[in-house]
């Protein structure tokens, strides 16, 4: 790429080379912008006879055009792809989405020297029309090799940024305590209301329950039949682990325990279990506060029916610790 003066006239279809400002200060033109017609007719009128603009050298790839091709390649999912000034390409959703990200392949992409790409974190919520993802490209033009480079990453990638829609999630709650399930629902009922409602989603199906093996297998098994998105244990007590009573229901009813335990501070003792492909949590002492814990890093990814692992839970411990 270079640069060169031309008369204002002659710069239609080009880019500045330079930005151009008002006397007071006010930037009229941003680096980079495609000049058009109704371009010159400003240029003139605020006395500018002849502008910088920047030439492509063969084999180059406008920057627009790249970073566009590299965004398609890389995104997939609820989302749509905005040009944006100078060179950078917007992702936004269409959707409530969970954003899943790569994120070693988004690392090997932001070494290429051609483009950057910047996400939100992965496994995390977005509404309808938030941007997630921008593109952006080396300025004016791209040299065709390090174009080709970039983009064969984003291939093998694909998708590399995916934004997986959240539709009409059905929650079962399964309250309980050692005494009295009630109790528990009493306690936690208006702050899981208030959770949910965060993800635009309620609690379809509740139950309470004595916290007793054999009871609570009972509740879980009739909340699985009604085949929901996911169920929530939400206990009065803290479980140290698969073996105590609500570890010993799951596994009853023919749960599969994915994983026990989070780097994620509040939230240490999380149980993730999968029935069937339905996800079943417990998180001991996650429903007695509405502030930020593990549950709201997972719940994302399971109500957008997105399998969780236990390997992407260890991944949560780099900025899992919450407050």
Known sequence: MRTQVVEVNDAVGKLLGAPIFHPSGKKLLAKGHQVCEDDIRLLSSEGHLRVSVAVLEEGEVPEEEAALQIAQESARGSLEIRMAAGGRVNLHTTEPSCILVKDEELRRLNRSSTVTAATLPSLSYAVAGQRIGAVKTV?????????????????????????????????????????????????????????????????????????????????????????????????????????????????????????????????????????????????????????????????????????????????????????
Request: glycine share 8%.
């Open 139 to 323: 300025p004016f033009g791209v040299p065709m090799r390090r174009f080709q480079e970039a983009l064969s990453i984003a291939q093998k990638a694909a998708p590399l940024i995916e934004a997986r829609p959240i539709r009409n999630p059905t929650v079962a709650t399964l309250y309980c305590d050692p005494l009295r399930g009630e109790r528990a629902r009493n306690l936690f009922e208006g702050i899981m209301r208030t959770r949910l409602d965060r993800f635009g989603t309620s609690a379809s199906f509740v139950l309470s329950s004595i916290e007793e093996e054999e009871m609570l297998a009972r509740n879980l098994q009739h909340l699985l039949r009604a085949k929901p998105t996911l169920v929530l244990v939400a206990s009065t007590t803290s479980p140290a682990g698969p073996e105590d009573a609500v570890g010993r229901a799951m596994r009853r009813v023919g749960c599969r325990i994915e994983n026990f335990l989070a780097p994620v501070e509040p939230g240490n003792l999380l149980l993730l279990a999968y029935a069937d492909g339905i996800p079943v949590v417990a998180a001991p002492g996650c429903f007695r506060s509405p502030r930020p814990n593990v549950v709201d890093l997972i719940l994302p990814p399971l109500l957008a029916r997105y399998p969780l692992t236990a390997h992407e839970i260890s991944g949560l411990g780099h900025g899992g610790l919450l407050q």
